[in-house]
């Protein structure tokens, strides 16, 4: 099942839910992985209720539990892309000179056709020309209307060489859960360097968390889908 999900659109039907609160989930003191409060999923969320069969991209990991998730909340069609994957893959290799071009042609789907994209914190590991590549390929993947959701990272320290899954607990919160890596987070991105990557796109909501993370939704304005 795994395999399929980094191939194919899955079709998972559902119910749409109410937005959550944005304290911890209750689970969290008894839980060894700590649980954080999320203010811009319940947001991005409402985006895609919108959205008759909202079509989703998800740059990975493949999370199991997020696919039903996204699935139960929005009756999306869902395709996880793990590009963080490849980041390890370029790392390990030598050739992160080669990213943005890779990044150009790295999706299949046709231009306008997704509605929603879930970044995570991917851009924390790319330089600079990576980054512009990979966010015009997204930009160019967006229809109408469509979101993005990032999380940015502005802590000063890299720290250690790992990667983070976000596991999607429910609406208000996310459960962070690291796993081995090669690549230390990038510099940290000011507001207006992150602006810049999606200038095609507007800013809807912005929030700095006490986790060091900013997390920021794009929306793709109507009159630019084109672009």
Request: proline share 6%; glycine share 10%; hydrophobic share 40%.
């Amino acid at each position: 099942m795994a395999g399929g999900l980094n191939d194919l659109f899955s079709r998972l039907g559902g119910r749409r839910g109410d937005a959550a609160s944005d304290t911890p989930a209750p689970s969290a003191t008894a839980d060894p992985e700590l649980v954080y409060p999320t203010k811009a999923l319940p947001k991005f969320l409402a985006n895609m209720a919108a959205k008759p069969s909202p079509a989703l991209l998800d740059l990975g990991p493949v999370v199991g539990g997020n696919v039903s998730f996204f699935g139960e909340e929005l009756g999306c069609r869902i395709r996880v892309e793990d590009v963080m994957a490849d980041i390890e893959r370029f790392t390990a290799a030598g050739t992160l000179d080669q990213l943005p071009e890779f990044f150009r042609t790295r999706f299949k789907s046709e231009p306008g056709t997704i509605d929603g994209i879930l970044c995570w914190d991917v851009f924390d590991y790319l330089e600079k020309g990576a980054a512009a590549s990979l966010a015009a390929a997204l930009t160019r993947l967006l229809g109408a209307d469509g979101s993005l959701l990032g999380f940015f990272s502005t802590a000063t320290d890299p720290g250690r060489a790992h990667y983070t899954k976000y596991i999607v607990v429910d609406q208000g919160n996310l459960r962070y859960r690291t796993y081995p890596g090669t690549r230390v987070r990038q510099r940290s991105l000011q507001n207006r360097d992150i602006i810049k990557l999606f200038e095609s796109l507007r800013v809807s909501d912005s929030f700095l968390m006490k986790t060091n993370i900013r997390e920021i939704i794009f929306r793709k304005p109507a009159y630019l889908a084109g672009l």
